[in-house]
């Protein structure tokens, strides 16, 4: 009875998992045959590249730390992720990025230098996002989008 109801489920599981394949074939044709919409061309790239939603998360806040330290802004890592226990001398413009965040992402991010392609591109190989191509492009379509602008235009050297 319980093995009945286990190969049940598992052929069941089975359907689902050709389902989901089958959806991001489709899906996946559908971005290489649509044109591509002007107002969103980030969004289209994340469809055909088939970004997962942490790894859109992942691009999105290197280039939210990338655009800190473009403007000034010191990149503090708590060293718990108490709040109590920040440094003395923390300013209140300072960037504090909690300590279980900074786990996951390479301690070259979190320098206070001005940031290259180089090195958002090396982080987004190390995540396992994307090649140095890809990062190009990824990078012009969110230009493109409205979306980091001010950072894209200096890693890519974008003229006015």
Same mark, same amino acid.
């Given at each position: 009875m319980l093995e009945n109801e286990l190969l049940a489920q598992q052929k069941r599981i089975d359907e689902l998992e050709t389902q989901v394949a089958s959806l991001n074939s489709n899906l996946? /044709? #559908?971005?290489?045959?649509?044109?591509?919409?002007?107002?969103?061309?980030?969004?289209? /790239? #994340?469809?055909?590249?088939?970004?997962?939603?942490?790894?859109?998360?992942?691009?999105?806040?290197?280039l939210s730390i990338m655009s800190d330290r473009l403007n000034g802004i010191n990149i503090v890592v708590n060293s718990s992720d108490e709040q109590d226990d920040l440094p003395f001398d923390v300013d209140s413009e300072d960037r504090i990025v909690s300590f279980q965040k900074a786990l996951k992402y390479p301690k070259v991010l979190f320098n206070n230098e001005l940031p290259t392609l180089e090195e958002v591109q090396g982080i987004y190989k190390l995540l396992g996002i994307c090649g140095e191509h890809r990062t190009t492009d990824i990078l012009k379509a969110m230009y493109d989008q409205g979306l980091y602008k001010k950072i894209i235009k200096q890693l890519l050297s974008i003229a006015d």
């Open positions: 996946q /044709r #559908l971005a290489m045959i649509s044109k591509v919409d002007e107002k969103y061309p980030y969004w289209h /790239r #994340l469809v055909q590249y088939q970004f997962s939603e942490l790894q859109r998360l992942d691009l999105e806040f290197v």
